[in-house]
T-cell receptor
Framework: KQEVTQIPAALSVPEGENLVLNCSFT??????LQWFRQDPGKGLTSLLL?????REQTSGRLNASLDKSSGRSTLYIAASQPGDSATYLC????????????FGKGTKLSVIP | GAVVSQHPSRVICKSGTSVKIECRSL??????MFWYRQFPKQSLMLMAT?????????EQGVEKDKFLINHASLTLSTLTVTSAHPEDSSFYIC?????????????FGPGTRLTVL
């Protein structure tokens, strides 16, 4: 059974810092991995999706990497802003024939002005 | 990305009543929708997969008679929490798979906060 772990559970940084969020998964046989953002009391916004054959994806100040063999992904946020404050969730899709996503518990990020 | 809406965004009800939550895909047809539940500081847990025109597939431990799912059209799925109890209080989120999206990317609704008194 796939398990997804995110460390740390919470992170507080001053504005302008670069930061890294970590995600690990137990079964390396994944189809893809997604990073989401969730604001308090809101749904999920997809940030980046990395296919199992890819090593990284970039969107603006965000860069996500994937090391499938070691079961790890990182989300790098450059030049953090207070508006980046949210909970970041990592989710893996295990098979091409299945839509099911397995989520981590998330990392709650606070960017202090 | 695709747009998914949920209604209501927040509902408070008395114990023993039933509550219906709607999930709509606004700009595409969704043959498959998913219903998740999220407790505070916990992961999203998949409850069931809703397929248009057929019965939903429930995850282990989810009571199908308590959480009724209907996917009568390609743009609408409903989740009815029957005889709700305080332990059903949670954040319910639906998602859809956009058939035109690469890699079967899922798009999520804004969620519904259910509070059972």
């Amino acid at each position: 059974k796939q398990e997804v772990t995110q460390i740390p559970a919470a992170l507080s940084v001053p504005e302008g810092e670069n930061l890294v969020l970590n995600c690990s998964f137990t079964d390396s046989a994944i189809y893809n991995l997604q990073w989401f953002r969730q604001d308090p009391g809101k749904g999920l916004t997809s940030l980046l999706l990395i296919q199992s054959s890819q090593r990284e994806q970039t969107s603006g100040r965000l860069n996500a990497s994937l090391d499938k063999s070691s079961g790890r992904s990182t989300l790098y946020i450059a030049a953090s802003q207070p508006g980046d404050s949210a909970t970041y969730l990592c989710a893996v899709k295990s098979g091409a024939g299945s839509y099911q996503l397995t989520f981590g518990k998330g990392t709650k990020l606070s960017v202090i002005p | 990305g695709a747009v998914v809406s949920q209604h209501p965004s927040r509902v408070i009800c008395k114990s023993g009543t039933s509550v219906k939550i709607e999930c709509r895909s606004l700009d595409f047809q969704a043959t498959t929708m998913f219903w998740y539940r999220q407790f505070p500081k916990q992961s999203l847990m998949l409850m069931a997969t809703s397929n248009e025109g057929s019965k939903a597939t429930y995850e282990q431990g989810v009571e199908k008679d308590k959480f009724l799912i209907n996917h009568a059209s390609l743009t609408l799925s409903t989740l009815t929490v029957t005889s709700a109890h305080p332990e059903d209080s949670s954040f319910y989120i639906c998602s859809t798979v956009h058939s035109g999206s690469s890699y079967n990317e899922q798009f999520f609704g804004p969620g519904t906060r259910l509070t059972v008194l």
